[in-house]
Every structure is written in structure tokens, then in C-alpha cells.
């Protein structure tokens, strides 16, 4: 009886999210029509063989059907930084296998340039019309799959609030369960918690489940494990591992034993020699295409009030070394001592500073320095930073001396890798978050890093400066 139930619900779940996973299709070949449009115009403006329209979209059928196996339509459930490996090893995998194809039956495809350019305008046009189309579904309430959460504790409540903080993830909390009669009737970050374990099983609202009890007993687990998976299509279990990295979690099996690998990617040589080369490519590139910004700058902050225009900032980094942080200044040359007096004759602006080291309303701060650090424009020149290798364009923000007290154990962790440009905290919430909530989130940055999770970061920070949210 519940396997027809359960595949009837799952047969409608299916249908019910079909709109989503076609407006995806949609535009992914949306997209791949415009690379090689834009390829033929290459192709004809240089005077190459003309593309093939025929075996293009052959291919481009290939790459979809991959996508579709990948599980990117809808997608759901899927970490950013997931979402971007799939998608950039599957295009990528797709122009080998164009190659491969072309070398084996001995027709190379006319033009080598023209392929890897189609593959590449691919790879980046389809990522923002996806997000493009995401961000629109999202905003008409189109997108998603509704779950119901079982469990109502802390680990739920921290669950909940970041899928409906980010609901890219499509995975929207609509019910909770708890069997404390006392929480019935309430809300958990905005769920209402609506019944007993017993109400979930008999009257599920939803295709999906999410098990969040981790601090139950191993016999507990196991029986309501065992319950709700029978009883829902789809279950997903968040287990017992807090500060545990996530990222790097593989699952494996001995017998009928469940274990799982717990991959240390910063030793990783491969991952880290990825890293450098973004960084090198990243802050040079860069560099050199924004130079008459950074000339621009410099110019207006010599301008605005006396002083150099680039400061040095003495921060720890990689291994506990300090180093000189280069940033354009922002404040006026006596800073410290309009700190000190502000400080002095206001104790609420004292406990701001000493809680966050920022002051909203810092009247050290010259006119051009409170553009520069609306639009972040200021950490511009560790550009040389990252070149030199004393910060990379992704990491932990850099700190002073006196700021590793408050990291406490966090710190040995915090000082494997080089502190960065942006980070994991500024691309979510930036000077909006406590400094505790920093510090984890640092930690998590080390103790989760992947490539992919860099850059995911860099797309995100350059959302956050566009918006101009939380910078100060």
C-alpha cells in the first residue's frame, strides 16, 4: 500500500516540478544557441571554415541529456559550489568528448579556436542565464520542492533558516514535527510545527523529509530513520557531525556498515596549485585591466585630504607570519587619535569598537574613504598582495595580533592558508555579522575549502559589492 502511494506521490512530485526543469532546458539551449551564433561570427570575421550548425547542436543535445543525468533540472538541493563542479565538468567533458570524437573518426572539427570557443561561451552564458532564470522563478514563487522537518531543536532551527536564507537551495520548510506537545502551535524560524513524529508518518504534507534529531540515540536514529524513509519518497538525514567538514564527505560502505571519507583538501597539491593559479591569473589579469581605476583613485584620495594614498596595515597571515596589507586610505592621517577621543568620551560607540573592531559612524574616515569603503574599493591594492603571496583572492579575512585571543582554538586552523581579498563571511553578511559569527564562518571556509567553493565565493562577492550591502 505505501509503495503505490509513495510512487504516486513521487509520479506527482515529478510533474509538479516539470515547469522549473523545462525553463532550465529552455535555457540552457537558449544559451548554446547564442555561443554558436556568436562562434559563427568569430569564425566568419577571421576568415575560418564556418561552423557546422548541424553537429553543434547534435552536441548540444549530448550536453543536456548529461545535465538532465547530473540532476541540475531542477537541481534542488544543490550546494553552490556542487552546482558549479557539475556544471563546469560536464561542459568540459562534453568538449573532450567532441574531440575525441572528431580524432577518432579522423574529421577534426573545422576549426579548433572555433570549438573551444563555442565550449567556452557555454560554460559561462549558460551559469547566468541559469542564474538569471533561478533568481526569477525564485521572486514568483515558482521554485522549490516544500519538505517537512522532523525535529524541532536547535540543529532544525539552524537548518531551516538558511535554506529559507537561500533558496537557490529549493528545498522550502513548510511543516515541522516534534513530539514536544509544547512546541506545538509555534513557529520554527517561521515553520510552524504542526504534530508529533506519529502525525508525519500518518498525514505526510510532502514528497520530501528532512531528519534533523542528531543529538538523539543510535536506537532512536535508527527507528525514526526507518519510519520516515518508508514513508517518504525522499529523506535526507543530517547526522551527528558538527564541526565536521562537509565539504569533503564521501560516502562508503563496508558490509553492511556506513562510513564516511573525510577528505583534507588543503593537502591536496593538485586543489592548492589551482588556487595559486587563480589567484595569479585573477589579481594580474586584473590588475592591468583596472589600472587607470587604481591611478583614478590614488589621484582622488591625495586630492581629498594629505597623506599617502596606499597605506600599510600589519596583519597575520599563512603560518602565524605577519605582513604588510596594502590598502588605499581611507582615514585621515591622526586617525588613531580621533579614535581615541571618540572612544573616550562615548562608551556605546567604545563597546562597538571593541566588540567588532568597526565603527559604522567612524569619524576617522575622510570623504573619498567612505566611497572607497561603500564599494569596497579600498582592498583594491592587495592585488599586490595576492601576487607577491602573502594573500590570496579567497580566504579567511586578515587579522591583527590582538584579534587571536578571540579565535582561540578556531586560530590554528585559521593560520593554514593565506588570508583573503574576500571571503566566505563577506560574500554572506560582510560587516552585517557578529564577529563570532565570522569566526565560524572563517572556519568553516578553512576547514570545507574546495576551488570550487572560491569561486562561487568571487561570484557571490561581486553580487554583495554591487548591492553595496553591508560595507562600511
Request: hydrophobic residues 45%; positive net charge; contains cysteine.
Amino acid at each position: 500500500m505505501h509503495t503505490s502511494m509513495d510512487s504516486r506521490r513521487t509520479h506527482t512530485l515529478r510533474l509538479s516540478e516539470l515547469p522549473q526543469s523545462l525553463s532550465l532546458v529552455l535555457g540552457d539551449l537558449l544559451s548554446a544557441a547564442l555561443a554558436l551564433q556568436l562562434t559563427s561570427v568569430f569564425l566568419g570575421a577571421t576568415g575560418r571554415p564556418a561552423l557546422n550548425w548541424g553537429d553543434g547542436l547534435i552536441w548540444v543535445g549530448f550536453w543536456i541529456l548529461w545535465r538532465a543525468y547530473q540532476g541540475l533540472y531542477p537541481g534542488y538541493g544543490r550546494s553552490p559550489q556542487t552546482e558549479l563542479r557539475l556544471h563546469t565538468v560536464g561542459t568540459l567533458t562534453l568538449l573532450g568528448a567532441q574531440i575525441a570524437a572528431a580524432f577518432a573518426v579522423h574529421r577534426l572539427m573545422p576549426s579548433v579556436p572555433g570549438l573551444l570557443l563555442q565550449w567556452g561561451l557555454i560554460l559561462v552564458l549558460a551559469l547566468m542565464v541559469r542564474y538569471g532564470l533561478r533568481a526569477l522563478l525564485i521572486r514568483s514563487r515558482q521554485y522549490g520542492r516544500s519538505i517537512s522537518v522532523i525535529g524541532a531543536g536547535q540543529t532544525a532551527a539552524l537548518t531551516i533558516a538558511h535554506l529559507r536564507n537561500n533558496p537557490a537551495y529549493g528545498l522550502n520548510p513548510v511543516a515541522a514535527y516534534d513530539d514536544n506537545l509544547a512546541l506545538h502551535g509555534t513557529l520554527l524560524e517561521g515553520v510552524p510545527i504542526v504534530g508529533t513524529l506519529d502525525d508525519a508518518l500518518n498525514a505526510p504534507r510532502t514528497a520530501q523529509a528532512l531528519i534533523s534529531i542528531p543529538g538523539a540515540r543510535a536506537e532512536v536514529q535508527q527507528r525514526v530513520v526507518n519510519s520516515v524513509y518508508a514513508a517518504y519518497p525522499f529523506t535526507w538525514v543530517v547526522p551527528d557531525l558538527f564541526g565536521v567538514p562537509n565539504q569533503a564527505l564521501q560516502p562508503h560502505n563496508i558490509g553492511s556498515i556506513a562510513s564516511l571519507e573525510i577528505k583534507n583538501n588543503l593537502r591536496s597539491v593538485q586543489a592548492r596549485m589551482i588556487k595559486r593559479t587563480i589567484d595569479l591569473l585573477g589579481a594580474g589579469l586584473g590588475g592591468l585591466i583596472i589600472l587607470p581605476v587604481l591611478l583614478l583613485i590614488a589621484v582622488a584620495i591625495k586630492l581629498d585630504s594629505p597623506g599617502p594614498a596606499v597605506y600599510r596595515a600589519r596583519r597575520l597571515g599563512r603560518d602565524g607570519r605577519p605582513f604588510d596589507c596594502l590598502k588605499f586610505r581611507s582615514m585621515h592621517r591622526d586617525a588613531e587619535a580621533k579614535l581615541r577621543e571618540v572612544l573616550d568620551s562615548n562608551p556605546a560607540l567604545r563597546a562597538e569598537f571593541e566588540a567588532t573592531h568597526k565603527l559604522k559612524d567612524d569619524p576617522r574616515v575622510t570623504r573619498v574613504g567612505t566611497f572607497l569603503r561603500k564599494t569596497s574599493l579600498d582592498e583594491l591594492p592587495q592585488l599586490g598582495n595576492v601576487l607577491n603571496g602573502t594573500m590570496s583572492l579567497v580566504g579567511p579575512r586578515p587579522i591583527v595580533q590582538v584579534e587571536v585571543e578571540k579565535y582561540g582554538d578556531i586560530y590554528e586552523v585559521y593560520k593554514q592558508v593565506r588570508p583573503g581579498m574576500t571571503g566566505y563571511w563577506q560574500a554572506n553578511g560582510r560587516s552585517d555579522t557578529s564577529y563570532d559569527e565570522r569566526v565560524a564562518m572563517d572556519n568553516f571556509y578553512v576547514t570545507n575549502w574546495t576551488p570550487w567553493l572560491d569561486i562561487v565565493i568571487l561570484i557571490q562577492t561581486v553580487r554583495v559589492v554591487l548591492m553595496g550591502k553591508g560595507a562600511y
